[in-house]
């Protein structure tokens, strides 16, 4: 049997549970955002998904209002909120990914979802094979402090994660991504 099938179970059973364990914190980080800077608590962003797919990735929002949409690395420091800095230092502002993930646009773990923008990377990924396959909300680059800042690295770190993935491998690289110290 491959991988698909029961990467599927697993995200589903692991992403309902988180969703309801983490809704107090979700609720209370929501309002937080929405107390300390004007606009919406929630924010969506089209990203590339699996196939090259373009699909609408949620987070908490953690830059001022009328940021421009750039990747994490290139957007100015200033442009991150004082609770956005919390948010993203303890990756809650990545919780309202769990509904990616149950509506099947997401994995839990694979490579992280890039923007439309960020060509040189996507060009890396096709290249490699890693489009074929699900985004996550974390991933062995992120826990291996790649960022995609380095688009080919990046790319190839994602590939050599696909081709060792496993239900194992995906535990360690979720349980790295909570306790990172």
Not at 156 to 181: H, K, Q, V
Request: hydrophobic share 45%; aromatic share 4%.
């Amino acid at each position: 049997m491959t991988l698909k099938v029961p990467k599927r179970v697993f995200d589903l059973v692991i992403a309902a549970s988180m969703l309801v364990a983490t809704s107090p914190v979700l609720l209370i980080a929501m309002l937080a955002v929405k107390a300390s800077s004007p606009g919406p608590a929630l924010f969506s962003q089209v990203r590339v998904g699996q196939g090259g797919t373009p699909f609408r990735c949620h987070k908490l929002r953690t830059m001022h209002q009328g940021t421009p949409s750039l990747p994490t690395h290139e957007a100015p420091a200033h442009s991150v909120t004082a609770v956005g800095r919390i948010l993203r230092r303890t990756k809650i502002d990545e919780l309202p990914q769990l509904w990616n993930v149950l509506k099947g646009e997401m994995s839990l773990v694979g490579p992280r979802p890039c923007l439309p923008t960020q060509t040189e990377l996507i060009g890396h990924r096709e290249a490699l094979g890693v489009l074929q396959a699900l985004p996550g909300i974390t991933g062995l680059a992120q826990v291996m402090g790649i960022d995609m800042s380095d688009p080919k690295l990046c790319a190839e770190t994602d590939a050599a994660y696909l081709d060792t993935a496993s239900i194992g491998g995906d535990l360690g690289i979720l349980f790295r991504t909570i306790y990172r110290g």
